[in-house]
């Protein structure tokens, strides 16, 4: 497997979905601000369960990917109905969970009762239906993890396009179909989930030749289940680290006034083709190198992983330099206001520095997380984001008025400081004891 082959696919899925998003608030912006509000809050608790589904396909996709590489296919398709069966299981009580609770969570955002109105139904209808999403999300895991990225990509496309479609009939209403409004688009993301699921369980069943039964979905084997949430436990806890992370700077960039909080947005919308292009390329090297470490294959993952390196701080330069050289306009796309056009474009020449950490970070974590060695990165990130970037971002950007150039410094020094952190690990080669299988024999195991 190459690296391109298998990461591009990625970044186009990656990509779609956060279009999609973009494409849902445009179309809800045309039955009110209110209504664009409403399912911006209730799609946070939404997302923030789609983290902790994570958990369970994140690490059934390092698992399989290890097992296929020591020759131990037999187990994958056991593997793989344990790994669907629990986040089903898991989807139905957190989906249940958030429709009865679904007053209460989103009374803590303290919404008005007409923005309270439009959220609930959504809620109820999106968060009940979260089984769905555990599911789909555990299948993907799976199917990418045997490398057949393009044909998720292909299926997340076909989804977007559903869903678009799906929403443009609820919410104008053509050929005398019904207006339902909010309620409407929980609707069409529903169905768009359910068809996608549909064909990627096909895909499952027909091109990686996996057939789930009701034994290999309910009856699950301890060991697997212990590895796949040995692994993907703490390598989802740096997920949740890094989006806590964001809402507390979100909350100090807040009290520098909604001009900073606007110059901030826009600019990491501009690059968020760079952080999903980095995030692409780390998933890709991470199926490649737990599938070589899987095998046995020690020293190739290690030269494999910091080849991927290499490759990745070349394309994240470029890019970069792009958005660099067009940085002016692509800011004046959002707004006029020259002085968040000036600040803007100081932050984004910042990225030279900013996005090679970033890429440097996530390249070297992924690698760790397929070798087996998640704890590591997991403490790695908790440690450096919470005793000191976090209260330096205060300290430099608020407190000693440095404002988003001191912030942005911090975030320099945050990604750098975690990706040298995990540099190290890789070179010491501690990885080389926590593979979570031998090839053609037991487990290992993860310590």
């Known amino acids: 497997m190459s690296l391109f082959a298998i990461s591009w696919p990625i970044f186009v899925e990656s990509a779609l979905q956060m279009l999609l998003r973009i494409s849902d608030t445009f179309m809800l912006s045309k039955v009110s601000d209110d209504a664009v509000a409403a399912v911006g809050v209730a799609t946070q608790l939404l997302l923030f369960a789609v983290l902790l589904f994570n958990v369970i396909s994140y690490g059934a996709s390092i698992v399989i990917s290890q097992y296929l590489g020591a020759g131990r296919d037999r187990e994958v398709a056991r593997l793989t109905g344990a790994s669907i069966g629990l986040?089903?299981?898991?989807?139905?009580?957190?989906?249940?969970?958030?429709?009865?609770?679904?007053?209460?969570?989103?009374?803590?955002?303290?919404?008005?009762?007409?923005?309270?109105?439009?959220?609930?139904?959504?809620?109820w209808i999106a968060g009940g239906a979260l089984v769905v999403?555990?599911?789909?999300?555990?299948?993907?895991?799976?199917?990418?993890?045997?490398?057949?990225?393009?044909?998720?990509?292909?299926?997340t496309l076909g989804m977007n396009v559903l869903n678009v479609c799906g929403n443009y009939l609820v919410i104008y209403g053509p050929?005398?179909?019904?207006k339902l409004g909010v309620p409407g688009v929980a609707i069409s993301t529903v169905v768009a989930q359910l068809i996608g699921l549909t064909v990627n369980l096909y895909v499952l069943r027909k091109r990686i030749g996996v057939r789930l039964d009701a034994a290999a979905l309910l009856r699950w084997k301890r060991e697997h289940v212990r590895r796949v949430i040995g692994v993907g436990f703490p390598s989802s806890i740096n997920n949740v680290s890094y989006s806590a992370s964001q809402l507390v700077t979100t909350g100090f960039i807040t009290a520098l006034g909604a001009s900073m909080l606007s110059t901030k947005i826009y600019t990491q919308n501009i690059t968020f083709l760079i952080i999903v292009l980095v995030a692409s390329i780390g998933r890709g090297g991470q199926l490649i190198v737990g599938r070589i470490v899987g095998a046995g294959e020690a020293e190739e993952a290690y030269r494999r992983a910091l080849r991927h390196l290499a490759v990745s701080m070349g394309l994240t330069l470029t890019a970069?330099?792009?958005?660099?050289?067009?940085?002016?306009?692509?800011?004046?796309?959002?707004?006029?206001?020259?002085?968040?056009?000036?600040?803007?474009?100081?932050?984004l020449l910042l990225g030279f520095l900013l996005e090679p950490g970033r890429n440097f970070n996530v390249v070297m974590e992924r690698s760790l997380h397929a070798a087996g060695d998640a704890r590591f990165t997991m403490f790695a990130a908790l440690t450096v984001t919470w005793l000191a970037s976090v209260p330096l971002t205060y300290l430099l950007g608020v407190h000693w008025g440095y404002g988003l150039y001191g912030m942005w410094i911090v975030f320099i020094f945050d990604e750098w400081a975690r990706g040298l952190l995990l540099y190290y690990r890789w070179r010491s080669r501690a990885w080389q004891g926590k593979s979570i299988v031998a090839r053609g024999g037991a487990a290992v195991g993860h310590r």
Not at 93 to 110: D, E
Not at 144 to 150: D, L, P, S, W, Y
Not at 332 to 340: C, E, M, N, V, Y
């Open 87 to 123: 986040n089903a299981l898991f989807g139905i009580v957190v989906g249940v969970s958030v429709a009865a609770f679904s007053g209460p969570l989103l009374g803590m955002f303290g919404l008005e009762p007409a923005l309270f109105q439009l959220a609930q139904p959504f809620l």
């Open 133 to 155: 999403q555990a599911v789909l999300s555990a299948v993907i895991a799976v199917i990418q993890a045997h490398g057949f990225t393009r044909s998720t990509m292909t299926v």
């Open 175 to 178: 050929f005398g179909f019904p």
């Open 320 to 347: 970069v330099a792009l958005v660099a050289l067009f940085r002016v306009p692509l800011l004046r796309l959002f707004t006029q206001d020259a002085s968040i056009v000036g600040l803007g474009a100081s932050l």
